[in-house]
């Protein structure tokens, strides 16, 4: 299995920008497909996007369609997401996930049996 890092959560301003890093290592990082999950205080967690090993298919959350961006460089093992035009609501902490190739049921975190990172925090203030 992989482990997964991830990295840049802070605090933002409403209708500003953040990315996020996760940084895998171990495994050969291309085989696997990568997810992004959020979860708030007193939320379950949440889908918001995934990304196939070789970047070429894309899935997103309605609620973070358009806004958010997930990319990845597998020849620095690392995936992104690139968030625009943030909300008060999208405040959680951002966990990325690994799996070899995409869940068929990507959406629900229950599916994503490989690695899970720590997470990091994402505060975006109104």
């Known amino acids: 299995q992989v482990q997964l890092v991830e990295s840049g959560g802070g605090l933002v301003q409403a209708g500003g920008s953040l990315r996020v890093s996760c940084a895998a290592s171990g495994r050969t990082f291309s085989r696997y497909g990568m997810g992004w999950f959020r979860q708030a205080p007193g939320k379950e967690r949440e889908f918001v996007a995934a990304?196939?090993?070789?970047?070429?298919?894309?899935y997103y959350a309605d609620s973070v369609k358009g806004r958010f961006t997930i990319s990845r460089d597998n020849a620095k093992n690392t995936v992104y997401l690139q968030m625009n035009s943030l909300k008060p609501e999208d405040t959680a902490v951002y966990y990325c996930?690994?799996?070899?190739?995409?869940?068929?049921?990507?959406?629900?975190?229950?599916?994503?049996?490989?690695?899970w990172g720590q997470g990091t925090q994402v505060t975006v203030s109104s």
């Open positions: 996930a690994a799996e070899e190739g995409i869940p068929r049921y990507y959406s629900d975190p229950i599916y994503w049996l490989g690695s």
């Open positions: 990304i196939s090993w070789s970047g070429d298919s894309t």
